[in-house]
Nanobody
């Protein structure tokens, strides 16, 4: 059974940093593009960032560009999201997802999410 397990969420002050991780029990992790999404209370889930199968390509939502960095370690079956200069509006549940394609992306596996709370 495939599992994506997020960790590393927590409470941080505005301007601070946090790194969330997603460990995948995918036998062929490097076949999957990986992505982070987030959902704030009362809002739709939104795309945050994605990284290609071997990490050569990445993209970001405009709202996080220049502050967040996505990376992956295929030897550890793990994808990371380093979040710097956090703002209260970054408060959300952060989810990782796996897609067999970089383009087009169809997310076939999702994690359960980790809460990130940024206080002002």
């Amino acid at each position: 059974q495939v599992q994506l397990v997020e960790s590393g969420g927590g409470l941080v002050q505005a301007g601070g940093s946090l790194r969330v991780s997603c460990a995948a029990s995918l036998r062929t992790f490097n076949n999957y593009a990986m992505a982070w999404f987030r959902q704030a209370p009362g809002k739709e889930r939104e795309f945050v960032s994605a990284i290609s199968q071997y990490g050569g390509l990445a993209n970001y939502a405009d709202s996080v560009k220049g502050r967040f960095t996505i990376s992956r370690d295929n030897a550890k079956n793990t994808v990371y999201l380093q979040m710097n200069k956090l703002k209260p509006e970054d408060t959300a549940v952060y989810y990782c997802a796996a897609s067999l394609n970089w383009v087009p992306r169809e997310y076939v596996f999702w994690g359960q999410g980790t809460q990130v709370t940024v206080s002002s």
